[in-house]
T-cell receptor, first 119, second 115 residues
Framework: GAVVSQHPSRVICKSGTSVKIECRSL??????MFWYRQFPKQSLMLMAT?????????EQGVEKDKFLINHASLTLSTLTVTSAHPEDSSFYIC???????????????FGEGSRLTVL | AQTVTQSQPEMSVQEAETVTLSCTYD???????LFWYKQPPSRQMILVIR??????QNATENRFSVNFQKAAKSFSLKISDSQLGDTAMYFC????????????FGKGTKLTVNP
């Protein structure tokens, strides 16, 4: 099956610093990746759609200058939380769709998630 | 905008028994896709089952089956012969189209399978 990996799985940082989270599709190419945020005992909220070679599309209410997304290759998307504050503490999850193969099924493959704690 | 509602925050079931998780949604679309995802304690989301709205036949994947009622906008998940490994959060999700690829998730149901 398709594998999506996120790194780091856990990160603790000081308020005001920036943190980068990587999302990699290990065995398939992904033109599009998605970034979600999940609060404890809550659902996943889509933050943005990451498109290879172009700018990300952000959902309403998500600050694009705070959550920088870069999709530099068909297998890697990064989310950088800039000037992090305690309220940015959350679980961030990425997902990816195959560029080919399962593209017609709508199935998305999810990473393991990254827990960010801002002190 | 589409919304997905899961009215059962938590459920429990005895091992080997059957449990049904509820999901309703709201959309004005006629063709769309519905999913059930499982998020075990390890956190990685896994697709359980998928249903295309244009198909009348309910999807089935081994012990997992759905009851898709398009007119009622209902999409429940039935887990038969529950196993301890089924313990997880279950999310119902809606996708407007394969082109949009955006998933709208419900709030989830925490299922515990008891020995």
């Amino acid at each position: 099956g398709a594998v999506v990996s996120q790194h780091p799985s856990r990160v603790i940082c000081k308020s005001g610093t920036s943190v980068k989270i990587e999302c990699r599709s290990l065995d398939f190419q992904a033109t599009t990746m998605f970034w979600y945020r999940q609060f404890p005992k809550q659902s996943l909220m889509l933050m943005a759609t990451s498109n290879e070679g172009s700018k990300a599309t952000y959902e309403q209410g998500v600050e694009k200058d705070k959550f920088l997304i870069n999709h530099a290759s068909l297998t890697l998307s990064t989310l950088t939380v800039t000037s992090a504050h305690p309220e940015d503490s959350s679980f961030y999850i990425c997902s990816a769709r195959r560029t080919s193969g399962g593209a017609g099924t709508g199935e998305l493959f999810f990473g393991e998630g990254s827990r960010l704690t801002v002190l | 905008a589409q919304t997905v509602t899961q009215s059962q925050p938590e459920m429990s079931v005895q091992e080997a028994e059957t449990v049904t998780l509820s999901c309703t949604y709201d959309t004005s679309e006629n063709n769309y896709y519905l999913f059930w995802y499982k998020q075990p304690p390890s956190r990685q989301m896994i697709l359980v089952i998928r249903q295309e709205a244009y198909k009348q036949q309910n999807a089935t994947e081994n012990r997992f089956s759905v009851n898709f009622q398009k007119a009622a906008k209902s999409f429940s998940l039935k887990i038969s012969d529950s196993q301890l490994g089924d313990t997880a959060m279950y999310f119902c999700a809606f996708m407007k189209s394969l082109r949009s690829e955006k998933l709208v998730f419900g709030k989830g149901t925490k299922l515990t399978v008891n020995p």
